[in-house]
């Protein structure tokens, strides 16, 4: 089968034919029919040699969706041709978080060297991807699995970012929304789903801001040093309840927490260049801010995210790409010329 891998570090990802997989006892064959690209694809490329923690060559893609193929030894009670989307965060499923669907904070998946698919494991850019367990697979029956599997991550990292804060996001309040590419896009329609809070969305360009406010912000403010000013001018001395940062370098960070109002919660989603903080403090940030960092989100958020995609919630824009030109995906989102996601249609 071919598939997209990382070869070398520091090298573009490369299409390649490699052994089609089959499923060892309790696993999962799924043709892939959707694969998205996500920038944390771009921050593990970006990698030293020194840093980089996965075997090489590494199959991309932690997003996917496919019909089950073929089952192992043991699967009960999944018909073969099922249309499901792969929740990523795979984790021991036994222990304290497992047990709460949070495999995302599995306390054993370190040491049970469990990788998520496209992280370690065998992703998803390929025509053929094996999923652990068939607790891994949530079906979407007839949605279409393109529009749809943007939602295993880029919808359900600021499903669970934002459901942790609703009760924050009281009628009259502001959430900031600051970088709305892959999930930032999906973040400002959950914001207006989920809560009656009004959104201000931050960007590098006009076109990104126009984007933003097409799929639902109220407000959109170019992304730079007056960018606390400009942003405050619209919420008032009160700042914001809820700021999303998408980005995650030093520069939104700052902003971030210069926006924030008492008692916010500030969420740093993106993962920068892996070294950037917020300062916190007395005097330094405001009183009672949380300041936190989440990691993707829990098995039963990505069930509640398919039930709300069901009802037509979303309206995810995709750039589709097919396996031959996945590198091409790549270099768009390196160049930030993406309109939401990419997604790999093999
Ligand atoms: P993306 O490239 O699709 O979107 C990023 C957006 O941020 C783009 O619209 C870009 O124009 C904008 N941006 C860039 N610099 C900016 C700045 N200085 N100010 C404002 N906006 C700016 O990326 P994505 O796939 O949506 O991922 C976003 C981030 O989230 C990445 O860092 C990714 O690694 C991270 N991520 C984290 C988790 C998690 O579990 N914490 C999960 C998925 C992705
Ligand atoms: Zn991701
Ligand atoms: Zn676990």
Redo the contacts with the bound molecule.
């Keep these: 089968m071919k598939a997209l891998q990382y070869v070398t570090v520091g090298a573009e990802p490369e299409v390649r034919e490699i052994p089609t997989p089959e499923p060892g006892p309790g696993e999962v064959l799924l043709k892939v029919t959707a694969a998205g690209?996500?920038?944390?694809?771009?921050?593990v490329m970006s990698m030293p040699l020194e840093m980089f923690g996965f075997d090489l060559p590494l199959t991309l893609g932690h997003e996917g969706a496919g019909t089950v193929a073929a089952v192992g030894e043991g699967v009960r009670g999944l018909e073969l041709g099922t249309s499901a989307v792969v929740y990523g965060p795979w984790g021991c499923g036994t222990c304290w978080f497992c047990a709460q669907g949070m495999e995302?904070y599995c306390s054993r998946a370190g040491e049970l060297r469990i990788f998520p698919p496209g992280l370690g494991a065998p992703g998803a850019i390929a025509e053929y991807l094996i999923v652990d367990s068939p607790r891994h697979l949530v079906p979407i029956g007839d949605l279409d699995p393109v529009q749809t599997v943007p939602l295993t991550?880029?919808g359900l990292?600021p499903y669970?970012?934002i459901k942790r804060s609703l009760g924050k996001l009281r009628p009259g309040s502001w959430a900031v929304v600051?970088?709305?590419?892959?999930?930032?896009?999906v973040a400002i329609q959950l914001l207006r789903q989920l809560s009656s809070a009004r959104v201000v969305a931050?960007?590098?360009?006009d076109e990104?801001l126009e984007?933003a406010k097409s799929v639902g912000a109220h407000e959109a403010v170019l992304?730079?040093a007056q960018?606390p000013d400009n942003v405050r001018k619209i919420t008032g001395a009160a700042g914001a309840s809820l700021v999303l940062d998408?980005?995650?370098?030093q520069?939104?960070i700052d902003?971030a927490m210069g926006v924030a109002g008492i008692d916010s919660d500030v969420t740093?989603?993106?993962?920068?260049d892996g070294k950037s903080a917020a300062r916190v403090g007395f005097g330094v940030s405001p009183y009672e801010a949380a300041v936190t960092?989440?990691?993707?989100?829990a098995r039963s958020e990505l069930i509640e995210l398919i039930d709300l995609a069901h009802e037509g919630a979303f309206d995810i824009a995709v750039e589709r790409f097919d396996l031959d030109n996945a590198p091409e995906a790549y270099r768009r989102?390196a160049a930030?010329t993406?309109r939401?996601?990419a997604v790999i249609v093999p």
């Excluded at 998408?246 to 370098?249: A, N, Q």
């Excluded at 740093?268 to 920068?272: L, R, S």
């Excluded at 960092?293 to 989100?297: H, I, R, T, V």
């Design positions: 690209v996500c920038h944390s694809d771009d921050f995302n991550d880029a990292t669970h970012a600051i970088g709305s590419g892959g999930l930032g896009h931050l960007d590098v360009n990104k984007f992304s730079n960018a998408f980005v995650g370098y520069p939104t902003i740093i989603v993106g993962v920068g960092s989440p990691y993707w989100g989102l930030n993406l939401g996601r």
